[in-house]
């Protein structure tokens, strides 16, 4: 699974919104660090829905905006031709950040183990680097694997509304988060270390 395949077509639809928010002057930095505060309010949710549950229904929309304004960002760029070395730092700097914000507050849920979701946000993190150094070694920018950042946002939605229809007695969609974040990431590290040895020879 590589949710990054529907991303051409995420794109097209949000052409008319990138055409909108060039004409008004906004620029892509301002898009790109405006994701940060969207991904902190989306923990801070999770973290109070222990004591209002409904807040799980608001992580996903939190979390489809972050990801929309991770495209719109690149797409603005493009589009204006305001690409320079300083935005694609806060964009790297800005999604490391925006997935702890979002990722690390499941390890203070009911029925988390907190050790095995930290370790899976470490995992995410890691992999994210392999992505970025494998550029900087003189290759392509690596965005594959089964928990790349939108397959990670995926399974973060899923157990959101598993929490919230199953009700607080039933922690099994915390419990079950962490592991398969671990094991998501770690399979995603791997597989971007063995494309970034291949590509680099």
Known sequence: MDLYATKGAANARLTPLVDRLAAAGVTPDQVTLAALPVAILGGACLIASSTAPILLLVVPLLVVLRLVLNLIDGNLARRTGR?????????????????????????????AW????????LGAVLASYVGVAARAAGGDRIYRGILSKPGRMALLVICSI?????????????AAFGPLLLLGTTLTLVERISIAVRRLE
């Not at 907190?114 to 946000?121: A, K, M, N, S």
């Open 114 to 121: 907190p050790e095995v979701v930290l370790l899976g946000v």
């Open 162 to 174: 598993w929490a919230f229809v199953a009700g607080p007695p039933d922690n099994m969609a915390w």
């Open 83 to 111: 690409i320079h070395a300083r935005g694609e730092l806060y964009n790297e700097l800005g999604d490391r950040l925006a997935d702890i914000a979002l990722l690390a507050p499941a390890a203070l849920l009911p029925g």
